[in-house]
């Protein structure tokens, strides 16, 4: 087991599925990214080839690994997030992509003798980018969203950082993609955003793929927060661990309210898991965790603050017994 604070491995989560991932510029398939797939997935075959220079040559051999691995999952970041997009077909994960890579490597001033980042296999250690290489890097670019459907509009996600500097490309990509979002982090992900906004999405397409029920959690906001409207203590790694087995939503009764401190304190796992009403009676699920009595409810009602139910952590302990039932 890794000693990584941030890094947990999930044995079941995308268990003999090969995962392709495509990684940025001036990059290779040996970058900090893979290696955390490799931990967090350690029953998934990751492969993760370098990537040619010339945009043709890489978005070709992406092309054929992908008739020859058929991949279950293609992640995709920065310039590899450009050529994840356009592997139609498969299920794929863009984070931050450089959709107009040709006018970031302008912008950014991505020109010029370069190094790489990471070890390549052939042994290369730099690269030499003139105007004509950014030239094709701008018409592969405009393959973008050529060719999508509905079909493939519900394969695709898109994680673009609230803090990226360095491209922003999400008014681009929600246009064609509905399911489009922002995450707590910057260009490049470090442990802790990766952790906390790829991995649930990558537990959403597992479950998707494997037609996976899990019982369904709903939480009343006002449980998540103390009486300063702060994070209540041990809440976020306790529904962290929850969303490891079970269907996480959260309830409030007014989106204005309450959208914004969700955004903010849980991000990824709360995106399109909010339910805003005022008849928490009604929800259908296994279990309700609330402050208040709720009266007859369909599911099993937890008090929180009660005696039984008093933090977080009592939360927690509850649900590692019953080991996701």
Not at 58 to 66: D, F, M, N, P, Q
Not at 219 to 227: K, Q, W
Request: negative net charge; glycine residues 8%.
């Amino acid at each position: 087991m890794t000693e990584n604070p941030y890094i947990q491995q999930f044995p079941e989560l995308m268990a003999g599925k090969t995962v392709l991932y495509c990684h940025g510029f001036a990059s290779s398939g040996q970058s900090g990214t893979v290696t955390r797939l490799r931990e967090v997935l350690p029953n998934a075959r990751v492969i993760a080839p370098d990537l040619p220079i010339h945009p043709r040559e890489a978005i070709s051999l992406l092309h054929e690994v992908c008739q020859n691995e058929q991949p279950n999952l293609i992640i995709g970041t920065s310039m590899g997030g450009m050529y994840a997009e356009q592997l139609r077909g498969f299920y794929r994960i863009c984070v931050n992509p450089a959709l107009e890579m040709g006018e970031t490597m302008k912008s950014h001033g991505m020109t010029g003798t370069q190094q790489f980042q990471n070890p390549r296999k052939d042994g290369v250690q730099e690269f030499y980018v003139d105007k004509a290489l950014v030239k094709e890097y701008k018409e592969q670019s405009e393959q973008r969203f050529v060719g999508i459907t509905d079909e493939e509009r519900q394969r695709v996600y898109g994680l673009f950082g609230d803090e990226d500097t360095t491209v922003d490309t999400y008014p681009m990509f929600s246009a064609h993609y509905p399911q489009a979002l922002h995450f707590h982090g910057e260009h490049r992900m470090n442990d802790k955003s990766f952790m906390h906004s790829v991995v649930p999405v990558i537990r959403w397409i597992d479950d998707q793929q494997e037609g996976r029920q899990r019982p369904i959690i709903y939480i009343g906001i006002e449980t998540l927060m103390d009486s300063y409207q702060k994070p209540a203590s041990s809440m976020m790694k306790t529904v962290r661990q929850l969303i490891e087995h079970y269907q996480v939503y959260f309830v409030g009764e007014q989106e204005a309210a309450c959208a914004p401190w969700l955004e903010e304190h849980v991000n990824v796992p709360a995106w399109r898991h909010t339910v805003y009403t005022y008849r928490r009676d009604l929800l259908y699920g296994d279990y309700l965790i609330a402050r208040q009595k709720e009266g007859d409810t369909m599911a099993t009602l937890l008090e929180f603050g009660s005696d039984t139910f008093k933090t977080w952590e009592d939360v927690g302990e509850f649900f590692s017994r019953l080991g996701g039932q």
